[in-house]
Every structure is written in structure tokens, then in C-alpha cells.
């Protein structure tokens, strides 16, 4: 295997690992390829990495332009643009980082005037202000996870530069895992209860009814176009039938399911095998009934634990392919060009072992946060008593 295929397969990798979540298709292969370079690369030489067409290279590295430090440069008597990503590969995940904040914060506020508008409809129907309540929750938390990252920028810095974590937050851990809070903790986390009642909720009037999946259509259509990656039919299914699970807050059949979100039977059955797997919904059945019924078994803080454990396992992944492509490289004939994708690959691969750490020191952070907030509304129990 020569280097540029060893090359190919990086790209191809980060791509996949990557262009599921906040960046849109065939972005994070052409910064890839423009970065694993590590000089002044064509269009052309970024197509031979990628095989993507130019017209979709120019497309993209407008895009990366827009948010990280790509240069552009033109050469003497050259008419092609040369570019180039002027930053380190140890910085990387730093700037990766600010790219995941940013695009998160800009797409997460698109709740807040569907929030208003179902607000309206709240005294009319107790569906609206349960779908008012989901939307709010579901804002809140998000909101939450981008504080998160936001505050504990300087922790991540400070990781990237020296590999250890800060003594505060040590300190965190120690309140966490304490054998006086294991229990409160165990509480928090805990699956919802499952409702007493397997019936439908009470019908509303048509029109009602009618405004009812109009706000709901245009909440999944939202969700559609800003907080999934649009790549795959089954990964938008996923998204949106979890959320109509989580939405319902009772057990539904799988034919409601397809009545609320419009998929085909075939793909609705898929996902909720794959989400029964992944054990964020449960199977209920009811005496002398032969349907189905589905409920989430996730209560909001476990959700926000998976968000956060989702990125350490990636990261997981993600070391132990590049420690693979490190092997290869290494069983190539050593020269100057070798050893430069060697110390490229370390770098990326250091980088992601502090991107597991990070995430695990945020999941740290959050379960404190959570706690503090638990006592102190117990306390507050306790001085109203």
C-alpha cells in the first residue's frame, strides 16, 4: 500500500466519523485532505485524495473558509489556488471544538419562536402545553450542553497544552462519586416511570387537532434541517421517531408512529429495533393485546449523559483507527515524507485521547451541577417544613 492510499483512508474515515453530525457532506473529507498535506495542496490534489468533483471541493473549502484559518495562495506564474489549514495539527481539536459550539449555538435557536407559538395554544389543550414543556426541556438542556462546553474551554486548553486535568476538577469528581451521593445520583438518572394508562390521550377537536401536527410537522421539519446531518433516511428516522417516543410520553404503537411522522412501515421497524438496541426506548405489552407499545426509556439527564458518552466512545474509535493507520505507515520505507505523516497522525491521535477526556470531565461537570441543584431543592424542602 503506498502512502496516498494510507492517506485516502484517513479522509475516508474522518469523513464518516464525522460528516454524520454537525458538517455537511463531503465537508470534513476536503479539510481533511487539505490538512493531513500539511502544505499548500490544489482542487486537483484534494480530488486525488477525495474523489470528490471540484465543483464540490470549491464549495467546501468556501465553507471551511468560513470557520476555520484556511489560506488561500496563489503562486508566481501559477493560475491554480493553492490552500492551505494554518494551524498546527496539536490545535486542532481546539478550533474543532469552537466549530461545534458555534454551529450548535446558531442551530439549537430555532426553538425559541416555535416555543412562542405553541405557548399560545397552551390553555387550549393539555397536548399543547405538554409539547410546550418538551420544546422548553429540550432547549434548556441544549442550552445547558452548550454552557458546558462554553465554560470548560480553558480546561480543554489546558489539556491540549499539558495532557492533565485542573485540580478543581478533580475535586468535582470526588464530590460525584462520593458514597453519600452515589444514591441522589441513581435517582437523577433513573428511567421515567411508565404511565398507568395505555390509552390514547384524550382526543381534541379537529381543529385543534389539525393545529396540533401542523406545529408538530413543523418542529420535525426544523429538527430536520438543523440538528441532523441530512445524510441518511434511516439516520433522520432515528432523530425524529425518538423524539415522537419522547414527545408522546406514553406508549404508543408502531402505527401511530407512522401516522405522526410519515415514514414507511419497513423503516419505522428498523429504527426501533436499532433504538431498542441501543436501550433508549423499552417494549411494553398489554394484557390480551397483541400490539406493540414503545416508551423512552431515557430521563432528560440520561440523555444528556449519552450526548456526552457518545462523543467519548467516538473518540474512542477514533484512536484506535489512526494508532492502526500508524502501524501502516511505519511498515512503509522511512524518508522524510513518512515521518512528517507520523508525527501528523500522533498529534490527531493525542488530540482525541484529550477529546475523551474532556467529554469525561464534562460529564463530571454536569452530574455535579445537577447534584448541587438536587440538594439544595431538598434543603429547600427541609426550611419550608
Given amino acids: 500500500m503506498n502512502l496516498d492510499d494510507i492517506k485516502k483512508e484517513f479522509i475516508q474515515f474522518m469523513e464518516s466519523m464525522h460528516g454524520k453530525t454537525l458538517f455537511p457532506k463531503k465537508y470534513f473529507g476536503c479539510m481533511m485532505a487539505v490538512f493531513i498535506e500539511q502544505k499548500p495542496v490544489t482542487q486537483e490534489r484534494i480530488k486525488e485524495l477525495t474523489g470528490y468533483s471540484l465543483t464540490t471541493i470549491s464549495q467546501m473549502l468556501n465553507l471551511i473558509q468560513m470557520t476555520i484559518h484556511l489560506k488561500k495562495i496563489k503562486k508566481p506564474k501559477i493560475r491554480k489556488k493553492f490552500y492551505t489549514i494554518a494551524i498546527p495539527p496539536q490545535k486542532f481539536m481546539l478550533i474543532f471544538l469552537k466549530v461545534i459550539m458555534d454551529s450548535y449555538k446558531n442551530k439549537v435557536d430555532f426553538f425559541l419562536p416555535l416555543i412562542e407559538e405553541v405557548k ?11 409539547f410546550h414543556d418538551y420544546l422548553k426541556k429540550f432547549y434548556d438542556t441544549s442550552i445547558l450542553y452548550l454552557n458546558l462546553i462554553s465554560d470548560t474551554s480553558d480546561d480543554f486548553d489546558n489539556l491540549i497544552e499539558t495532557g492533565q486535568v485542573s485540580g478543581s476538577s478533580l475535586l468535582d469528581l470526588n464530590l460525584v462519586y462520593s458514597p453519600e451521593n452515589l444514591k441522589l445520583l441513581q435517582d437523577l438518572i433513573k428511567p421515567p416511570p411508565l404511565p398507568n394508562s395505555f390509552s390514547e390521550l384524550p382526543i381534541m377537536p379537529d381543529e385543534l387537532s389539525k393545529i396540533y401536527s401542523q406545529l408538530k410537522n413543523k418542529f420535525y421539519q426544523e429538527f430536520r434541517e438543523n440538528l441532523t446531518s441530512g445524510e441518511s433516511q ?16 406514553r406508549p404508543i404503537t408502531q402505527s401511530e408512529i407512522e401516522n405522526a411522522t410519515s415514514f414507511a412501515r419497513s423503516i419505522i421497524s ?7 438496541e441501543m436501550k433508549m426506548i423499552r417494549l411494553i405489552k398489554k394484557p390480551n393485546d397483541r400490539k406493540k407499545y414503545y416508551f423512552m426509556n431515557l430521563s432528560w439527564e440520561r440523555w444528556m449523559l449519552n450526548k456526552l458518552r457518545i462523543n467519548m466512545k467516538n473518540a474512542v474509535i477514533m484512536r484506535q483507527k489512526i494508532s492502526y493507520l500508524i502501524i501502516k505507515v511505519k511498515q512503509e520505507n522511512q524518508n522524510e515524507e513518512i515521518l512528517a505523516l507520523i508525527t501528523f497522525l500522533q498529534h490527531i491521535y493525542n488530540s482525541y485521547t484529550c477529546f475523551e477526556q474532556y467529554f469525561k470531565l464534562l460529564e463530571i461537570k454536569y452530574l455535579n451541577n445537577r447534584l448541587k441543584e438536587y440538594l439544595e431543592k431538598e434543603d429547600s424542602k427541609d426550611i419550608n417544613i
Fill in 120 to 130: 399560545t395554544y397552551t390553555q387550549k389543550h393539555v397536548r399543547f402545553l405538554n
Fill in 234 to 249: 434511516i439516520d433522520i428516522a432515528k432523530t425524529i421517531i425518538g423524539t415522537e417516543i419522547l414527545l408522546e410520553n
Fill in 270 to 276: 428498523d429504527v426501533l429495533k436499532l433504538l431498542l
